[in-house]
């Protein structure tokens, strides 16, 4: 397959190919009629998706952090480039993303019945988007994609939501367009400060990498990036807009923010918060208020979760949870930590993403979310049933499924250097159980008693299509992730390193251009000095 891949050249273009292709598929889409117009969609996305594949192969972990990187000037004057690359973080977030955008549309086709034109072509501009915030080098690039995801799923759920859909509409894009502009003053004041330290004008992630910043400066930077990426995550208390947008949002919507647009926001903590400020990252202070808010969000949305009367709003509270999780182990410092935190992204986004697509496949059947108008499901839909139970364990984190695997490393990286937390963080395991399995045995294993859920089908043909990926790759990455672990973790030990190295100059930027040998030798002294 390597040898195909360099064939045909695919470094050169593969990642222009995957920002751009999903931009043509959505002008084919206003062009095409609106029966026509979901095929487009879906055979476009598709394309892309065995297009992404190409970067399992194509990436070396034992290459330069950044691969497949490409850099033309956009706007010289002020050192903007268009920039591209991607190292194991984001090479699992784009496979991720390219994997859920077909699928999410093709669970659309029966949902979807009114302007098919629009409500593809913007599906396919926020794929777009999201897979161009996932392989951005230049934070002004970065950053124009970051906003661009607020356009489309903001007329996704203002158009084609529920009943509040524009306050549930109007709250998302407040949110986030508020966080997104304190980003914004501090995009620019590194900027500035990095051309005051005689550096050429350079929004270039590397170039940008090892500006020398006071600890307050640090501090400063550090709460105006972190606050926008806070809110996407979401981070309790700014979690809000979360529940309302996802009950709010068509099935599709829910997958893809669920699935995807969450996972910008870790993705910025692991791509630009850590390296970029990492003496803040690594204050006493900040990681102490880092932990206790996520162990907070896991704690405090369970037991929300579980008081939902609502499927559809019981499971947009676990993802808070879930992001919990994340964060714990993303600001624990440690490898495992912050393999774990990835981990449970990745699980996150299959499993919540199956959970949204079924719910949604039952309302398309009973029209309503309602947990109490289901029972005894599984007697008369038992692959429904199975997809749906499978789904559960892997949110709960069952051994033997993705989500065990992430939940796991999370806990045992914060163990590892805060083990307080770590063990307040394992009553939410606990929790999940108490909010998730009543739901799967109040609406599959109560008594068939009403006459409407004795007529729900079972799975047809294409429902099954949507949802076997999504359970295989569960039951898959929980007893085999080591191929996805070890594509990570050079990037997430140059991240660790660095910080622990209180941003030594210049040192993540030579580690991100050279290859396994340079990044050992580098990242031996680091290690001996920190070694008791």
């Not at 124009?144 to 894009?173: C, D, H, Q, S």
């Not at 929300?304 to 993303?330: C, E, N, R, W």
């Not at 839909?381 to 695997?405: E, K, N, R, Y």
């Amino acid at each position: 397959m390597t040898a195909l891949l360099d064939a045909v050249g695919y470094d050169a273009w593969a990642l222009h190919a995957l920002v751009w292709v999903p931009v043509l598929g959505a002008i084919a889409v206003v062009l095409s009629s609106e029966e026509r117009s979901k095929n487009v969609a879906f055979w476009c996305s598709a394309g892309v998706f065995v297009l992404s594949l190409g970067l399992w192969w194509a990436f070396d972990s034992a290459g330069p952090l950044f691969q497949l990187a490409t850099r033309t000037v956009w706007i010289a004057p002020w050192g903007v480039s268009y920039a591209l690359g991607i190292d194991g973080i984001s090479l699992m977030m784009v496979l991720l993303t390219t994997l859920t955008l077909p699928l999410a549309i093709l669970g659309s086709f029966q949902y979807i019945r009114e302007r098919r034109r629009a409500f593809y072509a913007l599906m396919l501009l926020l794929e777009t988007a999201i897979v161009g915030v996932f392989v951005a080098m230049d934070l002004f690039l970065f950053y124009v994609f970051f906003e661009l995801t607020l356009i489309p799923m903001y007329f996704i759920v203002g158009v084609w939501g529920g009943e509040r859909r524009i306050y549930a509409a109007v709250k998302f894009f407040l949110f986030t367009a508020l966080g997104s502009l304190l980003m914004l003053v501090g995009i620019l004041y590194l900027y500035f400060r990095a051309r005051a330290g005689g550096g050429a004008p350079s929004f270039y992630i590397l170039d940008l990498l090892g500006t020398p910043l006071t600890i307050a400066e640090q501090l400063w930077l550090f709460a105006a990036f972190a606050l926008a990426f806070a809110i996407k995550v979401p981070i309790f208390p700014l979690h809000t807009w979360l529940p309302d947008a996802h009950v709010e949002a068509p099935t599709p919507g829910s997958v893809v923010l669920a699935a995807v647009l969450l996972k910008m926001g870790t993705y910025g903590f692991l791509r630009f918060v850590l390296p970029f400020f990492p003496e803040a990252a690594s204050h006493p202070t900040v990681v102490a208020w880092m932990l206790a808010l996520g162990v907070i969000g896991i704690v405090y949305a369970a037991w929300v979760a579980a008081v939902q009367p609502d499927a559809k709003k019981l499971v947009a509270y676990s993802s808070v949870a879930h992001m919990g999780f994340v964060v714990i182990g993303t600001f624990a410092l440690t490898v495992n930590g912050l393999q774990g935190g990835l981990m449970v992204m990745l699980s996150h986004g299959l499993s919540t993403g199956a959970l949204f697509l079924l719910i949604g496949m039952l309302y398309e059947r009973r029209h309503t979310r309602l947990i109490s108008d289901f029972g005894g499901l599984a007697r008369v839909a038992p692959l429904l049933a199975t997809a749906f139970v499978v789904a559960a364990l892997t949110s709960i984190g069952v051994p033997g499924t993705s989500g065990f695997i992430g939940e796991f490393l999370s806990i045992l990286g914060t163990f590892e250097r805060y083990p307080v937390t770590a063990v307040v963080a394992t009553s939410g395991v606990i929790f999940a159980a108490y909010y998730m399995l009543p739901m799967v045995q109040r609406i599959f294993f109560n008594r068939l008693d009403r006459a409407e859920n004795q007529r729900v089908n079972d799975l047809s043909g294409r429902e099954a299509v949507i949802l076997a990926p999504l359970v295989a790759l569960m039951i898959i990455l929980g007893a085999y992730p080591t191929p996805v672990l070890s594509r990570m973790e050079p990037a997430v030990r140059a991240i660790v390193e660095y910080v622990g190295s209180d941003g030594e100059a210049g040192a993540l930027a030579e580690l991100a251009r050279g290859g396994a040998e340079v990044r050992a030798a580098a990242i031996a002294p680091i290690a001996r000095a920190r070694t008791p």
